[in-house]
């Protein structure tokens, strides 16, 4: 079972417009968030955490204008979208990022073909951040 500990609390700090992106809120968080997933490599009744500091920039999910109406309401993957910026962010791996990506979008309740979707999407265009940005 995998779930977020700890509430999104965040503030936002700038807004940035692209022609294809739309509109993006980044937003700061003021307080750190955890998420807890079990592995196969933990002992039974022990689970692994990811824990984003208080501090840390986001703009949650990057969801492209074209396809926000698929998407619908943003907001259950906000706290995921968070943690993946910053598995990104930290160098994680792609493959891990992605994967915790699409295993928090399912414990926030966003229904299977939406977060398939969302992780098709971080594997086919998450190498452009993930090499180009700072």
Sequence with gaps: ?????TPLRAKMIRRKKSWFL???DYHKLIE????????AL????????????SGFETDYSTIPKPFRPLVGDPTPTNRPGAMHDFLYSVRAGRWYADCMFHLALRSEGVPKWKANA???AVRLFGWIPYYFRK
């Design 32 to 39: 750190p968030l955890c998420f807890e997933y079990h592995s």
């Design 1 to 5: 079972m995998a779930k977020f500990l």
């Design 22 to 24: 739309g509109v993006r």
């Design 42 to 53: 933990c002992l039974p009744g022990d689970a692994m955490r990811i824990y984003i500091p």
């Design 118 to 120: 969302m992780y098709s």
